[in-house]
């Protein structure tokens, strides 16, 4: 049997510029690595295992 449970979270103004900041850079990294693999496709035809 599954469960799931749903949470809201109500942040303060110094908790949601930290979530953005969080966000913004795990963003950012997994589109700098998803670039460098479709680059990486585009040479050489072969998949690219990258890891942060």
């Known amino acids: 049997m599954l469960k799931?449970?749903?949470?809201?979270?109500?942040?303060n103004e110094e908790?949601?510029?930290y979530?953005?900041?969080?966000?913004?850079c795990a963003r950012f990294?997994?589109?700098q690595m998803l670039s460098d693999k479709i680059d990486h496709y585009k040479?050489?035809?072969?998949?690219?295992?990258?890891t942060p």
């Open 4 to 11: 799931a449970y749903k949470y809201r979270l109500y942040p």
């Open 15 to 17: 908790q949601k510029n």
């Open 19 to 24: 979530f953005a900041n969080c966000f913004g």
């Open 29 to 31: 990294i997994y589109n």
């Open 43 to 50: 040479e050489t035809k072969q998949m690219l295992n990258n």
